[in-house]
């Protein structure tokens, strides 16, 4: 009985022996084939890849160690100073080639990667500053961005409510109107479903059809800025049409 445990014993030794033989066998097989090398840029023209020796184009970093630990495949942020965009997770030779501007901090700690909202006349978009300054010099108009805005439904109801038109309510039992924008109109009013203001897009409150108390008044004229005619007013105090 003994001697069936011992044997069995040294059974078990020689398949553990013979395991460990294998492995150390394969890790050389492995090794033979080629240290992996981490190659700022291959011949290929791709960039920080961890691959062989003979894939590294010539003149540029190697490293017989993982793309991940080197410093010139560092990732981070990659700042386009020209449009103003900011990529994440870019590695730093990436970011050189293309022209941008590499910066190891995350995109979030980058003060001119910081999103605000864009207000292009009566549209808005979410963006950086600079990008904020290309688009608007794109369409030919002053740059206004707030950067105290940073959701995008936000910014989009910022550009609406800027847009002006007639604001029809009731005083003192008649029906008048202000010309102001959306914004001014729903302060006024709150909630349209729930109170007697109304607001009507590029209208003036002369429009008859608003069917309000202020008139035309042709004694009255004014200049509104952004325009070269001079307007009417009406008799609210609004600007009526063009004289």
Known sequence: MRNSLNNAGVKILILLGGFFLLTIFSSIIINAQGVSYCCEKTIDGAWCQDTTEARCAIGFEKSPSSC???SYCSL?????NTAGGCRPNVGQSTCNEAGGLWDERDKDEIPQCQLGCCVLGDSATLS???ECK???GVNGIPTNFRADIKEQFQCMATATSEVKGACVFEEDFQKTCRFVTKKECIDMGADFAESNVEFFEDYLCTAEELGTNCAPDTRATTCVEGKDEVYFKDT???IAKNS
Do not use: E, F, H, K
């Open 236 to 238: 609210c105090g609004n």
């Open 134 to 136: 290309t688009l608007s």
């Open 68 to 70: 991940a630990v080197t």
């Open 128 to 130: 950086t500053q600079t």
């Open 76 to 80: 981070g942020t990659c700042i386009d």
